[in-house]
């Protein structure tokens, strides 16, 4: 079956918006929900040449939704496989499926995932897929006055189109005719009006953070002697405590149980499921008083490469980097040290390695805030003042997590919808 593929003249389009209304008309679409989104590119300026002035300003529009695309990365990160491709090459949504975990909107470089709060779950052009049934364009096409937007059929060949993502990406479904200013360095001149609102992502702030921190607990308590179990209580509260956070996040919580059904292409699902493993086995080895804490800490490894990897989305610079990765353990390693110590009164031995850890900490996190770096050094000279004491311990665990949640927060933020576009600041 031929796939359909929308095709756009950037060149006359002119903005009127008129296939946006008509999107958000038929599918009765909620405030801040919009499926099909108008961008306006603007650039250029004026220049001087003696007594006289030459302006060079340009702006035109891109009416984008949903490309359908041949590599569809919302697909492949979807853990429930509600995200998925019809015979037809049309991407759509099953509304049975999906659980509100908003991966995809994270993956997708265009924005077509939308997440409608009212439903708790994504929504996204499906094609008007009963009007092509019907032998009628979609909505979008059908409403456009200066026929610029068309449905033809897919090339064999996603090509290149300034200053969208390269094709490669995700292969998109989309055929266009440049307008002449494409190749020049642009900015979006509504880009509050064409962008989804974004969560401030609390839930998983919480959820990887103290995961994290029970994971590296595990591990420093695998290497102490002996067992000590009011140690392994309060680490396993604090995983059972993350577990339920990362229900919070999701718009669909009673079925959070489908998160594992796409093992095979999705992080998310194998965090998921190394997530229960992890705590399994820490409700296991409290109960065996200690046997077969290896398989905790070996889980443990595999959750922390798992949660790495949920961010490491080839659509999104910012996240896609081995500093992500070495974010992560790190935060992991010096959380779990610093918890140890105080849940067991370590000594300066200890502590010296506590320390140790914080300064590699500072580094790693280079990048970060002035005041997370001034928090992370707070807690080491609260660890020297106080000679190890448990109260110093704890103070140091207090600013560490502080500066965690401040830095986690600032990761999240820093993931721009676009940041794959080749846009330029004026």
């Known amino acids: 079956m031929t796939q359909p ?24 679409l909620p405030i801040g929900v919009l499926w099909r989104r108008v961008y306006e590119v603007t650039g250029g300026g004026w220049t001087r040449a003696g007594e006289t002035w030459t302006s060079d300003v340009f702006a035109y529009n891109l009416s984008l939704s949903c490309h359908h695309c041949a590599r569809p990365i919302c697909v492949e990160v ?30 997708c470089p265009y ?34 006055p200066m026929r610029v937007l068309e449905t033809r059929e897919r090339p064999d060949a996603s090509a290149d189109v300034n200053p969208l993502p390269v094709a490669s990406l995700t292969e998109p479904a989309l055929i266009v005719t440049p307008h002449q200013a494409a190749h020049r360095p642009g900015a979006l001149g509504n880009a509050e009006e064409v962008s989804a609102p974004r969560g401030a992502e609390h839930s998983l702030v919480a959820f990887t953070l103290l995961t994290q921190l029970a994971v590296g607990a595990t591990w420093f308590r695998s290497v102490s002697a002996p067992f000590n179990g009011r140690a392994a209580g309060v680490i396993t509260a604090i995983m059972l405590i993350a577990l339920l956070a990362s229900f919070v996040h999701l718009g669909q919580p009673r079925h959070a149980w489908r998160a594992i059904a796409n093992l095979r292409t999705s992080w998310l699902s194998r965090e998921v499921l190394t997530a229960a493993l992890f705590a399994g086995t820490l409700v296991g080895a409290q109960a065996a008083g200690g046997r077969g804490l290896w398989l905790a800490d070996a889980t443990g490894l595999a959750l922390v490469i798992s949660m790495a990897q949920v961010y490491r989305l080839r659509t999104v610079p910012e996240w896609n980097d081995r500093a992500t990765t ?26 010296s390695g506590a320390m140790g850890l914080i300064a590699a900490r500072l580094l790693i996190g280079r990048h970060e805030s ?22 110093g311990w704890w103070a140091a665990l207090a600013l560490l997590s502080i500066a965690e949640v401040m830095a986690r927060r600032q990761f999240y933020a820093m993931r721009e919808p676009r940041s794959a576009w080749r846009f330029a600041t004026r």
Do not use: N
Not at 111 to 121: F, H, I, M, T, V
């Open 111 to 144: 924005d077509a995932p939308q997440y409608d709060r009212a439903l708790g779950q994504m929504t996204k052009c499906d094609f008007c897929a009963d009007d092509l049934a019907a032998g009628k364009p979609p909505a979008c096409v059908a409403a456009c």
């Open 326 to 351: 070495a974010s992560f353990f790190a935060t992991t390693l010096l959380l779990g040290a610093v918890l140890h110590g105080a849940l067991t009164g370590a000594g300066p031995e200890w502590a």
């Open 370 to 391: 002035r005041a997370v770096q001034l928090l992370r050094a707070a807690a080491i000279g609260v660890m020297l003042t106080t000679l190890f004491a448990p109260t």
């Open 78 to 107: 979807c853990p429930t496989h509600a995200m998925h491709k019809r015979t037809d090459g049309i991407v759509v949504v099953d509304h049975d499926r999906c659980i509100g975990c908003q991966y995809c909107s994270w993956a």
């Open 5 to 28: 593929a929308f095709y756009l003249d950037a060149s006359a389009c002119s903005g009127c918006k008129a296939c946006q209304a008509a999107c958000k008309d038929k599918h009765h």
